[in-house]
């Protein structure tokens, strides 16, 4: 299947919708310095998700980690959006999205619903954490439209199976006991959080995302399901070229799915940072935007050749 750019947006807030294509709506198009913005929302069932796209040229999508939202993508925006379109997207039940609703869903088919909105074909898909599950997802759903995929410390992924405790058990746990501010406290002085904490600037940004989380997801079942439900059985089914980051300082359990990741996708390729924790994209900024680029750039050279 072709790569097919994104399609010129006039400056007002809707544009019109492609035969086949979910609806956009309430979308706003702008122009900063030289670089292209837009973000808006797109129907999904029972739902919608917010999006915001940066740059023009080939895309790349990336998905935030949990109890986050697409902010944390922020350091990215300058550096990607330069040749390449950026695509960020709050999950459902986290920053500008709904909540999820009755309904069962897949995030993944959320990411598709997005692309198709947009006007691309195939894009390279990556995530941090939740949103590298949610990567690996697509892969295995859409397998046609998933360039290369980008797996920043991603973690957890169906049928792995823990050597440890999951690392936000403790955080749902203060929910129960303490409510949402007892949780969103227990996320920023969890061990998942530790190394990031260390920076005051990552530091700020990410308590500022984490007390504009809702807490949906501590009160509430989520119907969320899973495209693959043993995604790490079938690694060597996803062929598409994959970046494994992983972060030497992140907890156990996370670190071992990296390496399974690396080891297990037939053309992925490693990168361990010892100097990072969980969010390596926001720890070292322009080692991952330098890392990305070079791995976009190989991506499609390698789609248009």
Known sequence: MPLRHRPERDHHPSHQQLPGQPPCVGSFTKRIGAVMSESGYVEVNDGRVFYTCD??????VLLHGGLIDHHMFDPQVEALSQDHTLVRMDLRGYGRSSVPGSETYRHCNDVASVVDALGFDRVVVGGESFGGAVTLDFAFAYRDRAAGLIFDAATPFAGWKWHGEFAAKPIFAAARTG??????????ESELMASAMEHPEVAASLTDMVDRYSGWHFENPDPAEWAEGNA??????????ALVVIGGRDVLDFRLMGEALAEGLPNATRHLWPDSGHVPNMEEPDRFNELIIDFLNTVYTTETS
């Open 232 to 241: 790490m059985g079938r690694l060597d089914e996803i062929t598409a070229p």
């Open 179 to 188: 409510g949402v501010a007892a949780a969103r406290r227990a996320m920023l």
């Open 55 to 60: 740059g023009e040229g080939p895309p790349v």
